[in-house]
């Protein structure tokens, strides 16, 4: 049992996680069905954008919705620099008159630094039915050094606008969630995306596969 709990435990600390937090879905639209969808990841890191963009246009495609990543779309300084309002309009409406009617777009809104603790004696204390043992056992906790280990979760929102809604900018659905001590690009996005597209599915915005 101690060994189980060990090991859940460092692989939680560890390895990265995706952690879906809540998500709101539009109550005036109760179909949606896009005809070009344009995928956006608000990002200067170029990798990670191409990476991402990629995986969820083909999460969208398998699922018979036509889906297209900005990066072949919108010039790489279009998101490495900042644009005005009237610059994303005519962003917009430039997009709009290439047939998308649906932008789905993800940003990293905010990073927490955590902390871990262990004292590599954790253990259920039924196991120790005796005083006397379980402190003949455990006294060394005193005299061996603790130590903490940080890692940062990263909090990342993904929002669907329908482009032909009220005022061009309708929001269909927003989903939150945190992403845990991101080790690896690859894998992270694909557990990202899987998140994504299965909360979609949940939620009838998106048919399965």
């Known amino acids: 049992m ?34 070009k969808v ?11 954008r191409k990476i991402f963009e990629e ?14 990543e ?3 779309v919108l010039d790489d300084t279009f998101t ?22 649906a932008v789905v777009i993800t940003a990293v809104k905010g990073v927490d630094e955590k902390i871990s603790y262990d004292d590599g004696y954790y253990t259920v204390g039924y196991r120790w039915s005796r005083f006397g043992r379980y402190y003949y056992r455990y006294q060394d906790i005193y ?21 032909n809604g009220a005022e061009n900018k309708l929001l269909v659905w927003v989903g939150a969630l945190d992403l845990v001590n991101p080790q690896k690009i690859t894998s992270t996005v694909k557990d990202y995306v899987d998140s994504i597209i299965e909360q979609l599915e949940m939620e009838n915005l998106i048919k399965k596969y």
């Open 38 to 48: 344009l995928i956006i990841g608000m990002t200067d890191n170029l990798t990670a």
């Open 70 to 72: 900005s990066n072949t």
């Open 80 to 101: 490495s620099s900042k644009k005005s309002e009237a610059e994303i309009d005519e962003m917009i409406n430039e997009i709009s008159k290439e047939g998308f009617d």
């Open 55 to 68: 995986d969820l246009k083909n999460a969208f495609v398998q699922r018979n919705i036509n889906a297209i």
């Open 143 to 163: 005299y061996t050094p603790r130590y903490y280990d940080t890692y940062n979760v990263y909090h990342v929102e993904t929002s669907i606008y329908n482009l």
């Open 2 to 35: 101690r060994k189980i709990i060990i090991i859940v435990f460092l692989v939680l600390i560890s390895c990265s996680t995706t952690r879906f937090v809540d998500s709101w879905r539009n109550p005036e639209i109760t179909t949606f069905k896009p005809e």
